[in-house]
């Protein structure tokens, strides 16, 4: 059973420039959560996808955004980077949307922004 | 709204020495706890659970126990080894929610030394 996988591990931009990140979530899962881990802290929620839909938000700016494909995979996209994006981007999926699924969580995208 | 708080870092122990990480929540629902392990370039690794009170989760030496009247989780195990050098995080997720907002604490960076 393959786990879950991103890509790419680590990515550098600009400010300003626009960013996507890539999720496979583990085999038989439908849900995906994206968080974000500052140098330091723990991870914070940025949104969830359940069957292609987003259906949760944490406190993140709409220029975060997301997709989720038909075999469940899914992207992050950041927009307009700033400085303060840069952050370990992971990524987790669920057998199920909800707080009783436990989450898996892939090795991350470690992302710079100059 | 839900938070965990959990002990600063960093934590230094000899090895074999007994460890305890202190967690505490807040939560306005029925939240299931969670400690995670990550590991030097790595993503989060899920080491142990509860999901409702006096539940004890346990793994690989380690142990937390759900404890409702003290809204805490504290992680504890009696002789840590080298290998165990890691950060924890303790977190929080509503069992009865719609999505997996899953609430992190800071992490605390254990060091166990030869």
């Known amino acids: 059973e393959t786990g879950v996988t991103q890509s790419p591990t680590h990515l550098i931009k600009t400010r300003g420039q626009q960013v996507t990140l890539r999720c496979s979530s583990q085999?038989?899962?439908?849900?995906v959560s994206w968080y974000q881990q500052a140098l330091g802290q723990g991870p914070q929620f940025i949104f969830q996808?359940?069957?292609?839909?987003?259906?949760g938000r944490g406190n993140f700016p709409p220029r975060f955004s997301g997709l989720q494909f038909p075999n469940y995979s899914s992207e992050l996209n950041v927009n307009a980077l700033e400085l303060d994006d840069s952050a370990l981007y992971l990524c987790a999926s669920s057998l199920g949307q909800g707080g009783r699924y436990e989450q898996y969580f892939g090795p991350g995208t470690r992302l710079t922004v100059t | 709204g839900n938070s965990v708080t959990q002990m600063e870092g960093p934590v230094t122990l000899s090895e074999e020495a007994f460890l305890t990480i202190n967690c505490t929540y807040t939560a306005t629902g029925y939240p299931s706890l969670f400690w995670y392990v990550q590991y030097p370039g790595e993503g989060l690794q899920l080491l142990l659970k509860a999901t409702k009170a006096d539940d004890k989760g346990s793994n690989k030496g380690f142990e937390a126990t759900y404890r409702k009247e003290t809204t805490s989780f504290h992680l504890e195990k009696g002789s840590v080894q080298v290998s165990d050098s890691a950060v924890y995080f303790c977190a929080l997720s509503e069992f009865l929610m719609n999505n997996n907002d899953m609430r992190f604490g800071a992490g605390t960076r254990l060091t166990v030394k030869p």
């Open positions: 996808y359940y069957r292609e839909e987003e259906n």
């Open positions: 085999s038989g899962h439908n849900t």
